[in-house]
């Protein structure tokens, strides 16, 4: 092959890689909307509205409450915060309370920067350390929120999430802090460790980077089947903030029948009665 034959097979071969590579993340104005969306191949989504409820109304979670609170505004403020991971029950509020922490600490005056909620999907953790990147030298404060985080066996972007969280050369911008929801304390379910375990020559060894993973969030905060009293707590709260005026022992009584055909006390499900409530109210659920 002739010199320029290789030459020319160099450039296509170049130009393919090109193609393959994401493209740099689009600018974007950070100032335009209090949270965004990450799209994997490089874009910001501004959320115009953000579902999310008040402080005050998420009930039976008052120690995670704080503690999320108190490493938030750490942040906000420019001191040292842990990454967060908070764990446990479905529909007990995990998503909720970290929109509505964001919401709080973001309008405090002492904030030393803007505080932005930037969200990334699943499907989209193999890109974080190029979000990372684009973030680093922006004059605001991020909080990056992953809901519903973990990872099946055949999966390996749990990799990326652990170098990303503290490893690499260039480590977790200050700027930037990762929060993030699972039914799972160790993000990766437990037959597959247990099955790493049983076929490895070393077995503590062969889950140890797996284990390892939560180990990068400094702050674990459990969340767990609520009381009745707490279930109805949530109810009745829902219920005064929203201006349902129904008698209360028929909220009672509804919200423990709905509660039961439904298998399950949760926040989910209590705001789920108060909708149906609304509903048969002709009340609109705003604000």
Known sequence: MSEEAKLALLERIAAALERLAPPPPRAVDFSSAEAFVWRARGEFSAVAEINRVDLSL???????????????????RGLPANNALLWGA????????????????????ECARPLKLI????????????????????????????????FDAAETSYKSLKSALEGGVEGRPRNALFYATSNRRHLLPRDMMENERSSAINPGEAVEEKVSLSDRFGLWL??????????????????????????????????????ITRGARSGRVAWQYVQDLAGRLGKRLDG
């Open 222 to 259: 459990g969340f767990h089947n609520c009381s009745q009293a707490e279930y109805l707590a949530m109810i009745f709260g829902y219920a005064r903030h929203h201006g349902l005026d129904a008698p209360p022992e028929t909220i009672e009584r509804e919200a423990l029948e709905w509660s």
């Open 90 to 109: 479905r529909g007990m509020g995990k998503s909720s309370l970290v929109k509505a922490v964001h919401a709080t600490i973001a309008r405090e005056k």
């Open 58 to 76: 998420l009930e039976g979670v008052e120690r995670q409450r704080d503690q999320l609170i108190d490493n938030t505004r750490r942040f906000a």
């Open 119 to 150: 969200e990334i999907h699943r499907e989209d953790i193999e890109s974080l350390p190029i979000l990372l990147s684009s973030l680093r030298e922006k004059p605001f404060g991020f909080l990056l929120f992953c809901d519903d985080l973990s």
